[in-house]
């Protein structure tokens, strides 16, 4: 700290009351609207600059920065305050609030170098006490020059202070901290620093985020976890966000759930109808063994799709359910629509559907049919192995009744 030991021992002289009586003037005159005639005034001011100590100047050089700061003119603004920290001696004060104020302009105009510079002779000026802004600016210009390795350091000194004393810092140093984190690959620490965001800031987009990067992380349960916590609460509100939830719920082999979500969130229209998100609906549903919800989102979805593939999963589910009637109609209209993969088996269900019914001559032409395609040949003669063994036991049965008869 010698630089601020050899400044208190530099008496600063008095302002003087005529030259800040000036200087407020033209300061009246650019807030009532007329900036020019305050920086003429400035400049009249700024005339008798042989005959103004090092305070005298250094607040002329501060107005001016202020009134082009006003202005916008952030360059201009720069210019004149760094000639109030040149000037010398000054209050520490003044030469404090300056060198911070000039470090924030530096970092918004992308003078990181600048920014750094008016930063260490701050920290130079100021006790321990005042330090933690400072990181933090350090950090953000670090951050801004790329220089992530090195941005890491301040940031986290930051909020380690203040975390030591039982507080939080402010919620765009972990954002920060994040964003340096993430760059430099640290996908554990971008988990840790966001669980943290989630605790002090109970965002929506903090929770959405975690359980994003658990996901990375192959951390399943934890970003289920986190997903259901954030639905509980309300926080998942876009459709890419309750699609990632029903997904979660679906692959955890919870697919009760995952329909759920999806059927709310279709309803609400949160989550579109189309045909991806249908199929999901109607997966989660078959999974589920929800029948009749599995056979309604199918046939929704097939509404949809350009081939009978969703009209053959709904015939499978229905012959499952011994809904044989519903089965031959929706194998029959998977066949019509065409574009399957493996039309035997629609043939095989409906001979199968046809067989429950004890229509057995309908039966054995589906079967026919099915003997059609390789895939399912083999199978499709064991069914009608079978079909013609209950046929013909049918029928010797109702020649015993009408001989008994």
Same mark, same amino acid.
């Given at each position: 700290?010698?630089?601020?030991?050899?400044?208190?021992?530099?008496?600063?002289?008095?302002?003087?009351?005529q030259?800040?009586?000036?200087l407020?003037?033209a300061?009246?005159? !650019?807030?009532?609207?007329?900036?020019?005639?305050?920086?003429?005034?400035?400049?009249?001011?700024?005339?008798?600059?042989?005959?103004?100590n090092?305070?005298?100047?250094?607040?002329?050089?501060?107005?001016?920065?202020?009134?082009?700061?006003?202005?916008?003119?952030?360059?201009?603004?720069?210019?004149?305050?760094?000639?109030?920290?040149?000037?010398?001696?000054?209050? =520490?004060?003044?030469?404090?609030n300056?060198?911070?104020?000039?470090?924030?302009?530096?970092?918004?105009?992308?003078?990181?170098d600048?920014?750094?510079?008016f930063?260490?002779?701050?920290?130079a000026?100021?006790?321990?006490?005042?330090?933690?802004? !400072? $990181?933090?600016?350090?950090?953000?210009?670090l951050?801004?020059?790329?220089?992530?390795?090195?941005?890491l #350091?301040?940031?986290?000194?930051?909020?380690?202070?203040?975390?030591?004393?039982?507080?939080?810092?402010?919620?765009?140093?972990?954002?920060?901290?994040?964003?340096?984190?993430?760059?430099?690959?640290?996908?554990?620490?971008?988990a840790d620093?966001?669980?943290t965001?989630?605790?002090?800031?109970?965002?929506?987009?903090?929770?959405?985020?975690?359980?994003g990067?658990?996901?990375?992380?192959?951390q =399943?349960?934890?970003?289920?976890?986190?997903?259901?916590?954030?639905?509980?609460?309300?926080?998942?509100?876009? *459709?890419?966000?309750?699609?990632?939830l029903?997904?979660s719920?679906?692959?955890?082999?919870?697919?009760?759930?995952a329909?759920?979500v999806?059927?709310? *969130?279709?309803?609400e229209?949160?989550?579109?109808?189309n045909?991806?998100?249908?199929k999901?609906?109607?997966?989660?549903?078959?999974? !589920?063994?929800?029948t009749?919800? #599995?056979?309604?989102?199918? =046939?929704?979805?097939a509404?949809?799709?350009?081939?009978?593939? $969703?009209?053959?999963?709904?015939?499978?589910?229905?012959i499952?359910?011994?809904?044989n009637?519903?089965?031959?109609r929706?194998?029959?209209?998977a066949?019509?629509?065409?574009?399957?993969?493996?039309?035997?088996?629609?043939?095989?269900?409906?001979?199968?559907?046809?067989?429950?019914? =004890?229509?057995?001559?309908?039966?054995?032409?589906?079967?026919?049919?099915?003997?059609?395609?390789?895939?399912?040949?083999?199978?499709?003669?064991?069914?009608?192995?079978?079909?013609?063994?209950?046929?013909?036991?049918?029928?010797?049965?109702?020649?015993?009744?009408?001989?008994?008869s």
């Open positions: 700290m010698q630089v601020a030991e050899s400044q208190e021992r530099k008496r600063t002289p008095a302002l003087r009351e030259v800040y009586s000036q407020a003037r300061q009246e005159l !650019a807030d009532a609207g007329d900036v020019q005639a305050g920086i003429a005034a400035l400049q009249n001011v700024e005339s008798k600059i042989s005959s103004m090092s305070y005298e100047r250094a607040m002329l050089w501060n107005f001016y920065g202020y009134m082009y700061y006003g202005q916008d003119n952030i360059e201009r603004a720069i210019h004149y305050f760094s000639k109030v920290v040149d000037e010398d001696p000054i209050p =520490e004060s003044l030469q404090q300056t060198l911070f104020s000039l470090a924030q302009l530096a970092l918004g105009e992308g003078r990181y600048d920014t750094l510079a930063l260490d002779r701050w920290q000026l100021v006790g321990d006490a005042e330090q933690t802004k !400072a $990181l933090v600016l350090k950090a953000q210009a951050y801004q020059q790329e220089d992530y390795t090195k941005a #350091a301040p940031i986290t000194a930051a909020i380690e202070k203040v975390e030591a004393e039982g507080n939080y810092g402010d919620e765009n140093w972990y954002v920060l901290q994040r964003a340096i984190h993430f760059e430099l690959g640290n996908t554990e620490a971008v620093v966001l669980a965001m989630v605790k002090a800031f109970n965002k929506p987009e903090y929770w959405v985020q975690l359980a990067v658990y996901g990375q992380l192959g =399943e349960a934890k970003q289920l976890a986190l997903l259901e916590a954030a639905y509980q609460q309300g926080f998942l509100t876009k *459709g890419s966000d309750l699609m990632n029903a997904q719920y679906f692959f955890s082999d919870v697919p009760y759930k329909g759920k999806l059927e709310r *969130g279709l309803e229209g949160k989550i579109e109808s045909l991806r998100n249908l999901m609906l109607a997966q989660s549903w078959v999974a !589920a063994r929800e009749d919800k #599995a056979v309604a989102a199918l =046939e929704a979805a509404a949809l799709s350009d081939n009978g593939e $969703l009209d053959a999963q709904r015939a499978q589910v229905l499952n359910a011994e809904r009637q519903e089965a031959i929706a194998a029959r209209q066949l019509e629509k065409g574009g399957l993969e493996q039309p035997g088996n629609m043939h095989l269900v409906i001979g199968m559907a046809e067989l429950n019914l =004890e229509n057995f001559n309908e039966a054995l032409q589906a079967f026919a049919q099915a003997k059609q395609f390789d895939d399912v040949r083999r199978m499709a003669n064991q069914w009608e192995r079978y079909t013609s063994s209950e046929k013909e036991q049918q029928d010797r049965l109702i020649q015993l009744r009408k001989s008994s």
